[in-house]
């Protein structure tokens, strides 16, 4: 039984599979209702072996086919104003490619450095309160020169190492632009879609990307992004998963620094 789940998992022992898929899972589920997956399933695929670049990249498959999950998900249950999405899209798509070639270049210390860095931040702001807004539909004319900008720099980021990208999407879309939470994830998912494909592609072309691990990873994430996507939280929901996300990654952390 072991030997078989090794052989279609591409070497992949059953305790590392098992965790892909069940950590994928819990990713899934907080990424498209929340913020943070990736500060679990990035780690992991470091502690199981995979160099920092290419533990990077090869999330993105993970990510690529979560979101693809998600976004067809929401599709199907009426998700609209997705012309709108296209436009934030564009610009994220560019600052993608620009953020996965810089990370193709950087060295494995210094990923590792700027990873801790970030996981912490991010928990900071994911326990910030999130304030009660007004919020109101998206139209194009609100799409202004510094929002576009803005989608630039999520793409940037989220092209490089996009751990937390989702609460980058919380700050601009919810904050700045005042559009509700739930439409807020239906175009978060859908541009982050949009653009790790070609940021997928630009790792896939350095030959970092570790398709076993990744789409192992993938089976979890999608499970979960189907879940997440169809569940409707509460706000004491999205709290505890809050709080059960910054204990994990506290773990995460201090295995980081201590190794």
């Known amino acids: 039984m072991t030997s078989d789940v090794a052989g279609l998992?591409?070497?992949?022992?059953?305790?590392?599979?098992?965790?892909l898929i069940a950590l994928g899972g819990v990713a899934g589920f907080i990424n498209v209702l929340?913020?943070?997956g990736s500060m679990l399933t990035l780690p992991l695929l470091m502690f199981l072996g995979l160099p920092p670049a290419q533990a990077n990249?090869?999330?993105?498959?993970?990510?690529?086919?979560?979101?693809?999950t998600a976004t067809s998900t929401f599709l199907k249950a009426g998700?609209?104003?997705?012309?709108?999405?296209?436009?934030?899209?564009?610009?994220?798509?560019?600052?993608?490619m620009l953020g996965a070639w810089l990370a193709t270049r950087i060295s494995a210390e210094a990923f590792e450095g700027v990873l801790i860095v970030v996981m912490v931040v991010c928990s900071i702001m994911m326990l910030l309160p999130t304030p009660?807004?007004?919020?109101?539909?998206?139209?194009?004319?609100?799409?202004?020169?510094?929002?576009?900008?803005?989608?630039?720099?999520?793409?940037?980021?989220?092209?490089?190492?996009?751990?937390?990208?989702?609460?980058?999407?919380i700050v601009v879309l919810y904050?700045?632009?005042?559009?509700?939470?739930?439409?807020?994830?239906?175009?978060?998912?859908?541009?982050?879609?949009?653009?790790?494909?070609?940021?997928?592609?630009?790792?896939?072309?350095?030959?970092?990307v570790r398709w076993a691990y990744g789409l192992v990873l993938a089976v979890g994430n999608m499970s979960g992004a189907f879940l997440g996507?169809?569940?409707?939280?509460?706000?004491?929901?999205?709290?505890?998963v809050k709080w059960l996300?910054?204990?994990?990654?506290?773990?995460?952390?201090?295995?980081?620094?201590?190794?």
Do not use: C
Request: hydrophobic share 60%.
């Open 34 to 36: 929340s913020a943070g």
């Open 245 to 259: 996300t910054v204990a994990v990654i506290f773990l995460i952390v201090l295995k980081l620094v201590l190794t």
């Open 9 to 19: 998992a591409g070497g992949l022992d059953l305790i590392s599979v098992v965790a």
């Open 175 to 208: 904050r700045l632009l005042k559009i509700d939470l739930t439409q807020v994830n239906v175009f978060k998912v859908f541009i982050v879609l949009m653009y790790t494909l070609p940021a997928l592609a630009v790792f896939v072309f350095d030959g970092q």
């Open 229 to 240: 996507a169809r569940v409707n939280m509460s706000p004491a929901g999205a709290r505890w």
């Open 57 to 68: 990249a090869t999330n993105r498959v993970a990510i690529a086919l979560q979101s693809a």
């Open 132 to 169: 009660r807004i007004d919020t109101r539909e998206l139209t194009p004319e609100r799409i202004t020169p510094i929002v576009l900008l803005a989608m630039f720099g999520i793409g940037l980021y989220g092209g490089f190492i996009q751990v937390g990208v989702g609460v980058l999407f």
């Open 79 to 96: 998700a609209h104003n997705m012309g709108v999405a296209w436009r934030l899209a564009v610009p994220a798509v560019l600052g993608a």
